[in-house]
Structure formats: structure tokens, C-alpha cells
């Protein structure tokens, strides 16, 4: 059996490098760029300093806040396919990961491998009131799409589609949304895809109980 813990941010985001994307969104090509630029400044700068020093890294991380705040280096900048799925450019991208995912599920089905595909959430989708702490305080911007679960929906149908089992995380994850699920830390580490020790307790009941219905 092969499970594949599938994150929003999975769904491949080449279609957002390519000239036709970044001419259907002109508009954003400035911030994009800015963007790009602090990332690369980022990536020096942790090569030399991440592993040395305490100083750096919370520095790093209180700057991190404070430039999504002024929208300098929000990650929606360069735009993922799961923060706005009805787009253009949005369904391309998942339609390049489909095919990737397909071609996962025919290699496993030709080596006689179950496989069975499990679609985390990312926290902004677990309530309204978080979603509204990203767009408020972290600078982020995402279609309403996103927190109504269409990506979810969206993937789950495909593996409807071609008989490929799926297991949707999100209800397990909106059960109780005051109980905080991922590494969201104000003023610091903000990590809005990967779940903490509560998610992943939820992950594994989930995952038990699928393989073992």
C-alpha cells in the first residue's frame, strides 16, 4: 500500500512561471519580481547564517511578518493554484498535477500496489474567523474558494473519476477550530500547510481508519 499525503501546495506551480501567466496577470509582475528578489536575498543569507545563529533565524523570522504586512513578500505573490482554483491559470496548474498523479496511480496499479490519496487541508480553511487572521494580519490573499474546500472537492472527484481512493482530511481538521491544528505562532513562524502534533494526531486516526475499513 502506498498513501500519498497530499498538500495544497503539491499542485504544481509551473504554469504560474511561464510568459502567458505572467502576461494575463501584468499587474502583479513588479511585486512578483520584488518577491523573487527576497527570496534569492533569503536563500543567501541562510546558507551563510541559518544554522549558526539564534539571532538570524528570529530576526529572519520577525521580518518575515512585517514584510507580508506592507505586502512585500507575501507567498501568494507568486500565486498557488489552491488559493484561487477557478482561474486560468489556476486549473492548468491542477490539471498538470492530475496527469502527474495518474501516472503515479498506473505504475502502482501495473506493480499491483494499492494506492490511496489523502488531501490535507491548509489551516486558513478550518474556519472563517482563521481564514480572516491570514488576510488581516499576514498579508495573505486567497479566493473565498480556497476556505469553501473546492480544491478538496476538486481533487476528490478526480479520484472518484479514475478510480483512485481518496480520503478528504478537512472535515476531520473543522471539527473544533479552536483547537489550533498547524505551526501558527504571531509574530513568528507562521507555517499555514503543515500541521503540528494535534494535526498529525488527526492525520493518523483518519489514515488508521481508512486502510483498515
Known amino acids: ?47 551563510g547564517f541559518r544554522s549558526r545563529s539564534h539571532l538570524y533565524f528570529l530576526f529572519r ?11 512585500i513578500a507575501s507567498p501568494t505573490m507568486v ?7 477557478e482561474s486560468e491559470s489556476g486549473l492548468a496548474a491542477w490539471r498538470d498535477t492530475s496527469l502527474a498523479l495518474l501516472e503515479i496511480a498506473a505504475q502502482l496499479d501495473r506493480d499491483k500496489v494499492k494506492f490511496l490519496l489523502a488531501v490535507l487541508p491548509v489551516d486558513m480553511q478550518l474556519s472563517p474567523e482563521i481564514a480572516n487572521i491570514y488576510r488581516r494580519d499576514y498579508g495573505f490573499v486567497f479566493d473565498d ?17 479514475h478510480g483512485i481512493a481518496c480520503v478528504d482530511l478537512l472535515p476531520s481538521f473543522r471539527k473544533d477550530p479552536r483547537e489550533q491544528t498547524f505551526f501558527r505562532i504571531y509574530g513568528g513562524s507562521i507555517d499555514w500547510n503543515h500541521p503540528n502534533r494535534l494535526g498529525h494526531k488527526i492525520i493518523g486516526e483518519q489514515l488508521n481508519k481508512a486502510v483498515n475499513t
Do not use: H, W, Y
Open 145 to 161: 474558494s480556497l476556505v469553501n474546500g473546492l480544491p478538496q472537492k476538486i481533487i476528490a472527484d478526480f479520484a472518484r473519476g
Open 61 to 71: 523570522e520577525r521580518m518575515k511578518v512585517v514584510l507580508r504586512q506592507f505586502g
Open 1 to 47: 500500500l502506498v498513501i500519498l499525503v497530499f498538500n495544497l501546495n503539491d499542485i504544481l506551480p509551473k504554469i504560474f512561471g511561464t510568459k502567458t501567466a505572467r502576461s494575463a496577470d501584468g499587474d502583479r509582475s513588479i511585486s512578483r519580481s520584488i518577491s523573487r528578489t527576497s527570496l534569492d536575498l533569503r536563500k543567501m543569507l541562510d546558507t
Open 79 to 85: 500565486p498557488l493554484a489552491a488559493f484561487d482554483m
